[in-house]
């Protein structure tokens, strides 16, 4: 069983204001469905990366974009949904935080410390603002930092590397106000960008600074902890600073993960078409989730010992849970 393959219409890219690229534009599926097609870059595996992703978020419990592979003109590529209503604005990190902060640099680059998960937090803890629209929000987890956690917890899991100022940020509609945006643009992750050779050298070498393990274990986010910091936190650093913020939601989005097989990876890895993925970017990525997945078990087990001494509702139960 594989993901379907949708077909995208010829005349597509014509149908709507384009975003000044062909591999990149919005279309209309039907009279009701939105859509953006993103052709991913050759040679690389984003798109397989951009649809597993979307689908562990599935098994996680994230509010996140849909994604779905698609073929354009007989290019590869993927399909979401929008996730603005027709009646609301997504303002991006970048527009908030130059809001809110002076002097920070709305159109700074990827590595910019300005970008701290500190500031970002202090936006999501601004009076009014909800958690994302049509999200059955589980009672542990009840404020918009608590669902940012749940997105470091995957950008943790899958290695993203992209959560940038402007791949976060807050929807505005009439009727909710300021709602948090669901997560989106996950495509930098799982070695999507390594080649085959450089893939079965990392899994082979006895070199362990070659190594897969050592070398995804450092996967950077797109977020700093200080704004003097030289370099981004992990992606696993990144998760451990928003639990500490968070405990009792950290502990939950941790739950969550506990309760994924491990084999369940692979066969959301199998599920993609064999002339989308080859066999050493399974084997790759397969080793990413469980390399993550296990160091973030081991920040669960620590989380566990000190929300355990913190007067939070019951958190004693949740943690439990991680290290049963």
Request: charged share 20%; net charge negative; proline share 5%.
């Amino acid at each position: 069983m594989t993901y379907q393959v949708l077909d995208v219409p010829t005349d597509a890219s014509t149908q709507l204001e384009q975003l000044g690229t062909k591999a990149k534009f919005w279309f209309r599926l039907d009279a009701e469905r939105r859509m953006l097609f993103k052709e991913g870059r050759p040679g690389t595996g984003e798109n397989w990366a951009e649809k597993i992703s979307c689908e562990v978020a599935s098994l996680l419990g994230l509010p996140h974009a849909e994604y779905a592979l698609a073929l354009w003109r007989g290019r590869q590529g993927v399909v979401t949904p929008s996730i603005v209503p027709e009646n609301g604005r997504l303002i991006h990190g970048n527009e908030l935080l130059a809001k809110v902060f002076d002097q920070y640099d709305p159109v700074a680059s990827y590595r910019d410390s300005q970008h701290t998960l500190r500031r970002v937090v202090a936006v999501l803890r601004s009076p009014g603002v909800g958690l994302p629209l049509a999200w059955p929000e589980p009672d542990e987890v009840t404020s918009a930092v608590g669902v940012f956690a749940g997105y470091l917890l995957l950008d943790a899991l899958v290695g993203n590397q992209d959560r940038h100022h402007e791949n976060w940020g807050l929807i505005w509609t009439p009727d909710q106000g300021l709602t948090l945006v669901a997560s989106f643009d996950h495509a930098s992750c799982l070695g999507r960008n390594e080649s085959d050779a450089v893939r079965i050298e990392r899994l082979n070498t006895r070199d362990i600074g070659r190594s897969v393990e050592h070398f995804f274990s450092r996967a950077r986010s797109g977020l700093y902890e200080t704004h003097s910091s030289k370099n981004p936190m992990t992606t696993l650093e990144a998760f451990a600073d928003a639990l500490k913020l968070d405990p009792v939601a950290g502990c939950y989005w941790l739950g969550r993960l506990e309760a994924i097989e491990l084999c369940t990876f692979d066969e959301l890895l199998r599920q993609i078409p064999h002339d989308w993925i080859t066999s050493p970017a399974i084997v790759v990525a397969e080793s990413v989730q469980a390399i993550h997945q296990f160091a973030l078990g081991k920040i669960g087990e620590v989380a566990a010992h000190h929300v355990g001494h913190l007067r939070l509702g019951n958190p004693h139960a949740l943690c439990r849970r991680l290290l049963s």
